[in-house]
């Protein structure tokens, strides 16, 4: 179908779209479904106390931002004022090629911080779950100053994945993910000395990259 045809038919029967909404608030979507199933059922009261509890929500939502605005206007020298937020997780590697597209990858997080008070760049604290997941990012920052932070042994599958991906990798980075398979190696042959009896350990040929 040719462009002026949608055009056409759009502008007839008043069709709109727009971009799909994206990091949307879970609570707020919690709610939304409660009450489309209140009002599926007919039940006019529990609708009622879900609408409620929203305004309450979005209240609450709005002094934090008025909050927030006022301290980043505030020229008290002795005032700080930052903010935290733990972005969206990143697929490692990205990759175009179509293999890429069923094989296991690794996450990669960013925790960020922001001083609300000066124009300078956030402080950003990025790792993988190769070394902490994501609910032990308050470990990662007291951890982040030291040399040999703690490690995640992850699966043998996934690490048969990425291994078969390291040929579409650009070389520039195969360092970092020769040195990932070598610190699993190391990792499972220590987890198999603590439990021999383990049988979840990693094939001496998958090093073989």
């Known amino acids: 179908m040719r462009f002026d045809g949608y055009s056409r038919a759009f502008s007839r029967f008043n069709i709109g779209s727009r971009p799909p909404m994206v990091n949307t608030c879970s609570y707020c979507n919690k709610i939304a479904n409660k009450v489309e199933v209140a009002t599926a059922n007919r039940d006019e009261?529990?609708?009622s106390q879900l609408l409620t509890q929203k305004k309450i929500h979005l209240l609450k939502a709005k002094v934090a931002r008025d909050l927030m605005t006022a301290y980043k206007q505030d020229t008290n020298p002795t005032l700080f004022a930052f903010a935290m937020d733990l972005q969206q997780t990143l697929v490692t590697p990205r990759l175009s090629t179509n293999v890429a597209y069923y094989k296991r990858k690794i996450w990669t997080y960013n925790f960020g911080t922001h001083n609300l008070k000066e124009t300078t760049p956030?402080?950003?604290y990025m790792w993988n779950e190769e070394i902490?997941?994501?609910d032990h990012y308050v470990e990662l920052m007291?951890?982040?100053r030291r040399e040999q932070p703690f490690n995640v042994v992850q699966m043998m599958e996934k690490l048969a994945d990425l291994n078969h991906l390291?040929?579409?990798i650009p070389?520039?980075?195969k360092p970092w993910y020769k040195d990932l398979f070598?610190?699993?190696g190391l990792l499972a042959a220590g987890a198999?000395?603590?439990?021999p009896d383990d049988p979840d350990t990693l094939e001496d040929d998958f090093l073989d990259y």
Do not use: H
Request: charged content about 30%; glycine content about 0%; proline content about 0%.
């Open 122 to 124: 956030a402080t950003l």
């Open 45 to 47: 009261a529990k609708k």
């Open 171 to 173: 070389l520039e980075y």
């Open 132 to 134: 902490y997941t994501t």
């Open 182 to 184: 070598t610190a699993q």
């Open 166 to 168: 390291l040929s579409f």
């Open 192 to 195: 198999a000395e603590d439990n």
């Open 142 to 144: 007291r951890e982040a």
